[in-house]
């Protein structure tokens, strides 16, 4: 968490140079945690600091790999999936992307799912379709509506809600 708020801060500051130092040096760090955990649990653990290490970068095809192994492990853990939709994303193979938050939709529970959904609809502007991103907003907030929220989650909720009346 340190390394993404030290490159924020260089981001803001306009220093590009040094956040990219920053993010590879983050990179290296949890990627050699990866090779020292000594289970998978472990290993699969960093899966979110190295996705983000990855994305910091600008690389975050180097996490597929990884990511895809998770999901083997995993198969019933909705993380892997919405970890592989962000990166499918990221790299614009928005069918991929799709595909992979269609997994994760399957799998997650709880609150969680407006974070799922969010991602389906980003998937959808991506592509230019608004009514999937509005229906994948509507759904966020509808499945959301009844849960117990963190103060965090409940700021997710209201910027959906602000995002989908500006969609309509």
Do not use: C
Request: aromatic share 6%; no cysteine; hydrophobic share 40%.
């Amino acid at each position: 968490a340190i390394y993404e708020e030290l490159i924020a801060a260089k981001k803001e500051r306009g220093d590009e140079k040094s956040a990219h130092e920053l993010a590879a040096q983050w990179s290296e760090y949890v990627e050699a945690a990866a090779r020292r955990a000594p289970t998978n649990d472990a290993r699969a653990s960093l899966d979110p600091w190295r996705l983000s290490a990855y994305l910091a970068l600008g690389e975050p095809a180097r996490a597929i790999p990884f990511l895809e192994e998770s999901q083997r492990l995993y198969p019933d853990d909705y993380n892997p999936p919405a970890r592989l939709a962000r990166v499918y994303l990221e790299l614009k193979r928005l069918d991929e992307a799709d595909k992979a938050a269609d997994r994760a939709i399957a799998r997650v529970y709880g609150p969680r799912v407006m974070r799922v959904l969010g991602l389906k609809a980003d998937i959808a502007k991506a592509r230019g379709d608004r009514a999937a991103e509005i229906s994948a907003l509507e759904q966020a907030l509808a499945r959301s509506e009844k849960a117990v929220l963190t103060e965090g989650q409940r700021a997710v909720r209201e910027g959906f809600a602000r995002r989908l009346q500006g969609l309509r």
